[in-house]
């Protein structure tokens, strides 16, 4: 059985997808960029703010579908610019300090809306 998932302490979906989807006790969040839940507003000051932001919307997701960061399996980052790199390792390390799940980063042509950074997670329900 597939679930759709959906909650308002995370951003709605820019487009035709869901926010995440629960299927055989796995979380698959769709990748979440720097956008402010309540205003819809692109964090853009910084790419630590912007990492913290969709982090914080990964964590959001997770937590509505009773998971959390600490169950994440597989994540993945997407860049606009890999010489963030390093600034973003600094910012994910305060999430998972303890619990490094597997994870794949990349620099990207372009991500929606302009945004410094997406970032997407599997995790276990």
Same mark, same amino acid.
């Given at each position: 059985? &597939?679930?759709?998932?959906?909650?308002?302490?995370?951003?709605?979906?820019?487009?035709?997808?869901?926010?995440?989807?629960?299927? $055989?006790?796995?979380?698959?969040?769709?990748?979440?960029?720097?956008?402010?839940?309540?205003?819809?507003?692109?964090?853009?000051?910084?790419?630590? !703010?912007?990492?913290?932001?969709?982090?914080?919307?990964?964590?959001? &997701?997770?937590?509505?579908?009773?998971?959390?960061?600490?169950?994440?399996?597989?994540?993945? &980052?997407?860049?606009?610019?890999?010489?963030?790199?390093? !600034?973003? $390792?600094?910012?994910?390390?305060?999430?998972?300090?303890?619990?490094?799940?597997?994870?794949?980063?990349?620099?990207?042509? $372009?991500?929606? !809306?302009?945004?410094?950074?997406?970032?997407?997670?599997?995790?276990?329900?």
């Amino acid at each position: 059985m &597939i679930n759709l998932l959906h909650t308002d302490k995370a951003p709605a979906a820019v487009g035709p997808y869901s926010q995440a989807i629960e299927v $055989n006790g796995l979380i698959f969040t769709s990748g979440q960029i720097p956008l402010v839940p309540e205003t819809g507003e692109l964090v853009t000051e910084s790419i630590e !703010k912007a990492t913290e932001r969709s982090l914080e919307n990964v964590k959001a &997701i997770l937590e509505n579908a009773g998971s959390s960061l600490e169950k994440a399996v597989k994540v993945n &980052i997407f860049l606009a610019d890999i010489n963030d790199f390093g !600034k973003v $390792n600094e910012i994910y390390g305060k999430y998972f300090s303890d619990h490094k799940p597997a994870r794949s980063c990349v620099e990207v042509a $372009n991500l929606p !809306k302009g945004a410094l950074i997406e970032i997407e997670a599997i995790a276990e329900k």
